[in-house]
Each structure stands twice: as structure tokens, then as C-alpha cells.
């Protein structure tokens, strides 16, 4: 029990920016390790439920997630593995393959570059001024969250397109947005866009303006004292951010399949990939970038949880 | 973290642009052409090397043929346009992107290869489906595309609709032919590739209509112990148009190349390539060399019974159209 | 915060005005018989009403599962803990192929369903489906934080005072519950609602029967009818702007409810 009074206001101080913060999947929030420990302490006769009971609801929620969660990721790999691995290596090396990973990748860099950047001072702004007009800032950095990706896709196309609002002009000026790597960066922004300012808004404003303000009555520039006081204190989140961020663009699809053109080896990300190879009858091709994508999920998962963990240490430190 | 990932963005951007050829040409297809223009970029490469010393690479997009189309019109810089029926290529020319008589400059409407409908049935056809009337009874479940958006389902159903209206004699009959065939379909797939996706690989439905290159495909693919090919007596010439995207070729300055790659098609090397694909070739010398490959069947045109795709694109696809009305009741 | 406010506007204000602009060049009319003509309300009522479904069953199956994960103790509960994410992480496509192949009715689940006359995927229960794999880490993820912050005090208070676990489990804990079970559940709501890679594979696309509004706005849009694709699409917004709205106003709710540390 002492450890978990000394962990309380790191979970209060959790739960108040989630509370802040609207959206919480981008809230640093699970808490692994009070979990662990929280039960097996407490009296167990007051705060639990017959035995019975627990093992329905603890086959209940092991059933749900096998069935919805892990057989389908158990299906891609099986699928993709199903021809044998030389089929699965194949597969992956074909130029075309080859080239979706590459778009892929670039589109990764690009808006999670932009929207590190952005992100930072979105937040910053947010959380350390007040200012008229925050809470529909707030709003509109969420909005992407909860928009449909085919309307992220399809603004772009009315933006962009040859007979969209900016259409004519671009055509004059030859500038090509839509159906190439710009259009694909822009609609892929704008879906990822809330990941980094999410993680960071409210780290930002749990942490306040008094060190900050310390630095700058020293002596120190902006500058200076974004580099040295506020991005230190940050970095996991900001980490966390990025990393979500990173899923999100790699992984994206409806979005880009309205702006991509689907020109073959050359606007086709891995997701589109996937759905054009299924329609190929390459089942095992499509499955092996597929696996390739679940990978990249595990993987973002695994340093999800490791940074969760770091975020909580961080909070702990701080805390007390 | 934004330097270190600078030198990766230049590094990729570099690595895409690495392996350009003397000329790119964009191919904008619908959806069964994938392997057909695989082929035939291969083979038109090579004969305009040897011709030019030039090398020319081939970027391939496919996807419904409306879609496509869509695409093009919103600014895919797409050099030619190979699509599943003249109306979409019509409307790409009403946006000024294609000369409106792109259908004369070529030979044969500027279709170099032609298709039909037919239906794939599971092994044995064990709901014995050998014509268009089978479709419609009670039980057989009937997989086709969407006509709104793909271009090898507008073909389905003029297919149907063609066949009852030579048979019964009106258009009202015709009508309730098709609707009663609609009615017999589950899934309505947004192209023809995932219409035979739904049917072969996920099992659903007795009998998929399909273009015949299409159904010849997934044979090969799937086997001929898995799927049997049924040429109904009578069904419509299905006639795919290519064109020059003009607004974009001359842009780029490959109108030379863009013509002589559709041009291609006309020759006994081209024809040869669409036949070995399974569609059927206009040139009579290879298309008697093939007559095996494909059924006997009776073929109609859609200016025979529809007066053209103006038309029965209006009349029956267009929003409150036919289609539109048979799918209210 | 200038560059912040230019940056919002090139990425998401411009984008979204557009898409209002367009709008308006229909006339009220036109712009009702669109959002009233049978396939959009019957898309609109397949995205909503089986988002509103899927939703509900992520609430009572994420409220199981986040008690399982936070009160009981069994083993690879920390594996599972890390793999409810795994519907956030993964790319929709992926999830899209993934559960059509499980689905269909050769599939490992498709296959023992169909026997029983059930089919799952291709049928509205296949969107249902997806739509609660897409779901289920939004409640989970809201509620837990709260459920393990909870004051054990106040349940042992509870029961010292005589109620019955039943009693307090219902009376007591999931009342102080609600405002994040609520969240979740408007998270997972407004995800289904727009939902698209991982639906079009196993949704049959049959128009009025299961046909998701997203997709009929691709199709619109491939049919060369933008003023229908953007009606569609306005009214999908208005909708995400509402549930926003509700999430923003249940959290200060919640705020209220807990007391500051």
C-alpha cells in the first residue's frame, strides 16, 4: 500500500491531462506498473469478486482479445508465411514491393519531420500562453482524429485536383501535388497531425512556466532555453508522439488511396500495396508486406510500453 | 532528429529518381489489363529500342475504370488512357483533357481488343448454368461489380439486358429481367477484380459474370479442376478504347511516344500479345490462329440495341437512371 | 504562434473551409435531396447505426476487459495488457485483409460459423466486426487510468457499510466510472463512424445493405458527382465536430467529478 500512495498523484496527475486532453489514446496512460501491483495488495475479500465470477470475466476478456485481436494478426503471418519463406523473401524483393517501401518510408519521414516540428510549437503555444481562442485551436488539432481518412483524402482532391479551387493555377504552373509524393505527404499531415501535440500538450502544461521563466530571467534566449530547459523535459513524450505519429503514417490508407493515383512503383505506399496485390490473387505477396506492416505495429508497441514506462519514472521523479 | 533525417529524405528522394529511362509514359487502365500491359509494356519497350536506341519505361495504374477515369480528370498526368469503355474516356474528353474525336483517330472505335461476358461457375456448374435465364431463377446467387463505378459491370448488365430484350422483345421485359438478376446479387464490388476476388478466393456466389479475360485468369490462376468457363449462346462485344491523354502528352512532350504505344496494338506483334492474354484480337490472321482459345459466341453491340454509350449511359447509370431505379424497389 | 495558426490553417483549416465551400454551391435543396435520397441515408444509417453497435459492445466487453487487466492477476495479463493496442497500431488495411481471411467462409472463423448458417464476412455483421476490432482500445484505454486511480477506500467503505458486492460494484464503481466508460465510448463511436480500410474488405459493399457512407463517398466521387461526395462528407464532419464536442464537454465533467490532487 506505501507503494501506491507514492504512485497516487503520478496517476492523478495522469488522469487530470487526460482529462485535459480529450483524446486519450494519445495520453501516456496505461500505467503498467501500478497495475501490477495494485490488486494483490488490497483485502481481498472487500475488493474482489467471487471466484466464479473472476474467471468468467477474466475468460471473457482472454477470449475477446484472442478471437478479435490476436487471431487476425495470427492470420497474417500465416498467410504470408503460408507459401514457405522463400516465397515470402521473394516476395518482398520485387521491385514494386520494393519501391512501396521506399514511398513508404520517405512519406513516414516527411510528415513526421513536419509534424514533430509543428507539434512542438503547437503545444508550446498552447500550453504556455493563454490566448483567445485556445479551446478551438484545441478542437481543430483534434478534429483529424475523428474526421473519416476518406475526407482527409477527399479535401485534398477539392483543394488540389485538376478541378479543385487551387487546380487551374497548379496545372498552369505545372506543379503536381495530387497523385504524387506531396499529395500523399499532405493528405498522410494531415491524419497524423494531433499525434505529437497530443502527447506533448499536456506534458507541457503539467510541467509550467516556472523553469522557463528562471532561464529567461538569467540571462537566456528563447532559444537557449527551449533547447536546454523545455525539450529535455519532454524528450519521452515527445518520443512517445513521434512514435504513434510514425504508425499512423506508415500505416495510413484510406487517406492516401483517394490522393495516390496508384501509379505502379511510384505512388503505391505498402498499404495500398496490400490491397493491390490482394486483388492480384498474390495473396502471399500482399500478406508478406502486410506481415511487414504488423511488424512495424509490434514493434512500435513493444517501445510503446518501454516508454510508457520511462514517461511514469519521469512522473514519479518529478512528483515527489 | 531533424538532421538525421534530412540526409534519409534526400537519400531517398535520390534513390527514386535513379533508375529513370529516356522517356516515361503513365498508362491510366482499369482493373483485369494488370497482367495484359505488363506483357505488352515489355514487349513495346523492347521494339522501341530497337527502333529509337531510346528506352522507354511504362508506369502502370489501375483500378475501376470510372475511378480511373476520375483520376485523370483531377489532374493524374496520365499520357494514355486504356479503359474499360468509351464513356469514361468520353468524359475525360469533356473536361478538354482528350480531343473530343480521340475515337476516330485510331482504327476500330480505337479498340484494339475486344472481350465478352461470360460466367465462371464452380467446378461441375452444380446449379447448371449454361444461359442468361439461369441467372435469374430462385437460388443462384450472381456476383458482378457495381456499374456506377466499374466499367466491366456497365458490360454485365447491358450483357443481361441485351440478351432479354433481343429474346422477349421489349425494353419493359428487359427491364424485369435485370432487375429480377440484381435481385439475385449479394455483394456489389466497387471493380471487376474484386468481384472475382469475392467469388474465387472468398466463395461466395454460383456464378460470377465476368469479362472473359478475366474468367480466363482465374482458371489459370485457381485451376481448371476448381473453375469451369460458361459462354452463354449470345452476349455482347465488349469493346475496351484506348486514347492519348493530348492536354498531357503534349505537355510532356511525349505525344510521339504515347501514339506509337497505342499504335503498337495494331501490329501482328501486339495482337498476338492480347490474344495470348485472352482478349480477342481484331486482326483476322491472329484471330484465327486463336479461334480455339475463345467460345462461339453471338455477339451484339451496344449501338445494335442501345444507340451508342451516350446513351445508355444516360438512360440507364446516370443518377436515377434504370440502374438506380431497380435497386429503389 | 503565428507560424503554429499558419501551419493549422495550410493543414487543416484551408483543407476543411474548402470542403464547406464546396458545399455551398449547391443550393439547399439539392444539397437535402442528396443527404435524403435512400442509398445516403441508408449508408448513413449502416456507419451510424452499426458504429452505435459496435461501440456498445466495446463498452461492455472494454469494461470486462479493463477489470480483468487491472483487478485480477493471471498469467500473460501484461502480454495482454500490451496487445489491446494492437487494433490502434496496426495499419486498417491490414486489419481489413486480415479479418476477411478469417471471416470468409473458408477462414478459420468463417469456415465453423458458416456451418452453423452463420456468414460473417460480406454481410453487415462482417462491418459490425471490424468496427469492434477498430473499437476496442478507445475504452479500454480511457477507462483504465480511472479504474486503477479509483479510491480503494470508498469500495471498502462500501462494503463495510454492508453492501453487497453486486451492490457496490454497481452503485459505487462504475457510477464514478461513467464519464470515462462515456469517453471511450464516443471514441469508439466516432472511429467506427469513419472507418474505412479495415471495413471495405469484409463489408460487402452492397449498396443500401452494406454500404458504408465513407465508401459511398469514394464512389460518388469516382461517378464524377463531387457536390454528393462533399454533401456526404459535410455531414460526416458536423458529425465528428459534435461527438468532439460531447468528449470535450464529458471530460470537464469528469474533471469536475475528481477531485484535483
Not at chain 2, 482478349?279 to 490472321?285: G, I, K, L, S, T
Not at chain 3, 476543411?16 to 439539392?30: D, I, M, R, V
Not at chain 3, 489491446?84 to 478469417?102: E, K, M, N, R, S
Request: proline share 5%; with cysteine; aromatic share 10%.
Amino acid at each position: 500500500m506505501s507503494m501506491q500512495s507514492g504512485l497516487a498523484p503520478s496517476t492523478s496527475q495522469l488522469q487530470a491531462y487526460a482529462a485535459a486532453t480529450d483524446v486519450s489514446v494519445a495520453v501516456p496512460a496505461p500505467l503498467l506498473e501500478v497495475a501490477r501491483i495494485q490488486p494483490v495488495t488490497a483485502p481481498r475479500d472487500l475488493r474482489t469478486e467471487p471466484g466464479p465470477i473472476r474467471f468468467i470475466i477474466i475468460t471473457l476478456a482472454i477470449a475477446f482479445l484472442s478471437i478479435f485481436v490476436v487471431l487476425p494478426l495470427v492470420v497474417v503471418f500465416a498467410s504470408a508465411f503460408s507459401k514457405g519463406i522463400m516465397a515470402y523473401f521473394a516476395a518482398l524483393a520485387e521491385p514494386e514491393a520494393m519501391a512501396a517501401i521506399k514511398l513508404t518510408l520517405l512519406i513516414a519521414a516527411i510528415s513526421v519531420t513536419l509534424n514533430l516540428v509543428f507539434g512542438v510549437i503547437a503545444a508550446w503555444a498552447i500550453s504556455k500562453f493563454e490566448f483567445t481562442g485556445k479551446t478551438f485551436l484545441i478542437t481543430l488539432i483534434d478534429l483529424p482524429f475523428s474526421v473519416s481518412p476518406v475526407i482527409s483524402g477527399l479535401v485534398f482532391v477539392l483543394l488540389f485536383g485538376a478541378q479543385g479551387f487551387f487546380g487551374p493555377w497548379l496545372q498552369a504552373h505545372n506543379v503536381h501535388i495530387l497523385f504524387a509524393v506531396p499529395g500523399i505527404a499532405l493528405a498522410t499531415i494531415f491524419v497524423t497531425f494531433p499525434f505529437v501535440a497530443r502527447a506533448l500538450i499536456p506534458l507541457m502544461q503539467e510541467q509550467g512556466t516556472q523553469e522557463e521563466e528562471a532561464a529567461i530571467s538569467l540571462g537566456a534566449s528563447g532559444l537557449q532555453t527551449f533547447f536546454r530547459i523545455t525539450l529535455p523535459n519532454i524528450k519521452w513524450g515527445l518520443l512517445y508522439g513521434v512514435l504513434l505519429c510514425n504508425a499512423r503514417a506508415m500505416g495510413e490508407f484510406g487517406a492516401v488511396s483517394v490522393v495516390s493515383g496508384h501509379i505502379r512503383g511510384e505512388t503505391n505506399t505498402m498499404p495500398l500495396l496490400v490491397e493491390i496485390l490482394y486483388n492480384e490473387y498474390q495473396f502471399v505477396a500482399s500478406f508478406a508486406i502486410a506481415s511487414l506492416l504488423a511488424m512495424l505495429a509490434l514493434i512500435t508497441l513493444v517501445m510503446k510500453t518501454i516508454l510508457e514506462r520511462r514517461l511514469d519514472e519521469a512522473e514519479v521523479s518529478d512528483g515527489d | 532528429m531533424i538532421r538525421r533525417m534530412l540526409p534519409l529524405v534526400a537519400g531517398l528522394l535520390w534513390a527514386s529518381s535513379a533508375f529513370a529511362a529516356d522517356v516515361s509514359l503513365l498508362n491510366v487502365s482499369y482493373d483485369p489489363t494488370r497482367e495484359l500491359y505488363v506483357d505488352f509494356n515489355k514487349a513495346f519497350a523492347a521494339a522501341y529500342q530497337k527502333e529509337t536506341g531510346k528506352s522507354v519505361e511504362i508506369k502502370q495504374s489501375h483500378g475501376g475504370s470510372g475511378s480511373q477515369a476520375r483520376a485523370v480528370i483531377d489532374g493524374l498526368q496520365a499520357d494514355v488512357v486504356t479503359l474499360a469503355l468509351a464513356y469514361d474516356i468520353d468524359a475525360v474528353a469533356g473536361k478538354g483533357l482528350v480531343a473530343a474525336d480521340w475515337q476516330k483517330r485510331l482504327p476500330l472505335n480505337a479498340s484494339p481488343y475486344t472481350s465478352t461476358i461470360v460466367f465462371l461457375v464452380r467446378k461441375g456448374n452444380p446449379k447448371g448454368i449454361k444461359d442468361w435465364d439461369d441467372l435469374i431463377k430462385p437460388g443462384v446467387s450472381v456476383i458482378t461489380p457495381n456499374p456506377k463505378t466499374s466499367g466491366g459491370a456497365r458490360w454485365n448488365y447491358l450483357a443481361a439486358w441485351g440478351y432479354a430484350q433481343k429474346k422477349y422483345g421489349s425494353a419493359d421485359k428487359a427491364r424485369k429481367f435485370v432487375a429480377d438478376l440484381f435481385q439475385n446479387v449479394p455483394v456489389l464490388d466497387t471493380g471487376a477484380r474484386g468481384s472475382t476476388v469475392t467469388f474465387v478466393e472468398r466463395g461466395v456466389g454460383d456464378v460470377l459474370l465476368a469479362w472473359e479475360n478475366e474468367a480466363f485468369l482465374a482458371q489459370r490462376e485457381f485451376g481448371k479442376d476448381k473453375f469451369e468457363i460458361v459462354a452463354p449462346p449470345q452476349s455482347i462485344l465488349a469493346e475496351p478504347p484506348v486514347a492519348v491523354v493530348d492536354a498531357v502528352a503534349d505537355k510532356k512532350g511525349t505525344r510521339a511516344v504515347a501514339e506509337a504505344y497505342l499504335k503498337y496494338w495494331y501490329t501482328k506483334e501486339g495482337q498476338e500479345i492480347a490474344a495470348r492474354n485472352s482478349y480477342r484480337p481484331r486482326d483476322p490472321e491472329i484471330a484465327r490462329e486463336y479461334e480455339k482459345s475463345f467460345a462461339k459466341v453471338e455477339l451484339f453491340t451496344i449501338d445494335d440495341v442501345f444507340g451508342g454509350w451516350t446513351k445508355a449511359q444516360k438512360e440507364h447509370f446516370a443518377e436515377g437512371g434504370i440502374f438506380d431505379q431497380i435497386y429503389k424497389n | 504562434m503565428g507560424l503554429t495558426l499558419t501551419w493549422l490553417s495550410v493543414i487543416i483549416l484551408i483543407p476543411l473551409a474548402g470542403l464547406f465551400l464546396k458545399t455551398f454551391e449547391l443550393s439547399f435543396e439539392q444539397f437535402w435531396g442528396i443527404i435524403t435520397s435512400r442509398r445516403t441515408l441508408n449508408a448513413l444509417k449502416i456507419s451510424f447505426g452499426l458504429s452505435f453497435a459496435a461501440a456498445c459492445v466495446n463498452l461492455v466487453m472494454g469494461t470486462i476487459i479493463v477489470w480483468a487487466l487491472v483487478r485480477y492477476r493471471f498469467p500473460g495479463r501484461r502480454l495482454f495488457d500490451a496487445i489491446v493496442d494492437i487494433p490502434f497500431a496496426l495499419p486498417t488495411a491490414v486489419a481489413g485483409v486480415a479479418l476477411t481471411q478469417l471471416f470468409a467462409q473458408k477462414g478459420w472463423l468463417g469456415a465453423p460459423l458458416a456451418e452453423l448458417g452463420i456468414k460473417v464476412a460480406f454481410t453487415p455483421i462482417g462491418i459490425f466486426i471490424a468496427m469492434v476490432f477498430i473499437g476496442i482500445p478507445f475504452v479500454v484505454r480511457t477507462v483504465q487510468p480511472v479504474l486503477i486511480d479509483l479510491d480503494p477506500e470508498i469500495e471498502e467503505a462500501a462494503a463495510s457499510l454492508g453492501a453487497n458486492r453486486w451492490h457496490t460494484v454497481f452503485r459505487v464503481i462504475l457510477p464514478s466510472l461513467i464519464p470515462a466508460l462515456l469517453t471511450g465510448f464516443a471514441l469508439a463511436f466516432a472511429r467506427a463512424i469513419g472507418e474505412y480500410g479495415s471495413v471495405i474488405f469484409i463489408a460487402g459493399n452492397l449498396p443500401n445493405v452494406s454500404e458504408i457512407a465513407p465508401l459511398l463517398i469514394v464512389i460518388r466521387l469516382s461517378e464524377f458527382r463531387y457536390a454528393d461526395a462533399t454533401a456526404i462528407a459535410v455531414v460526416m464532419l458536423l458529425a465528428s465536430f459534435l461527438i468532439i464536442f460531447v468528449i470535450n464537454r464529458l471530460q470537464r465533467w469528469a474533471q469536475t467529478r475528481i477531485p484535483a490532487h
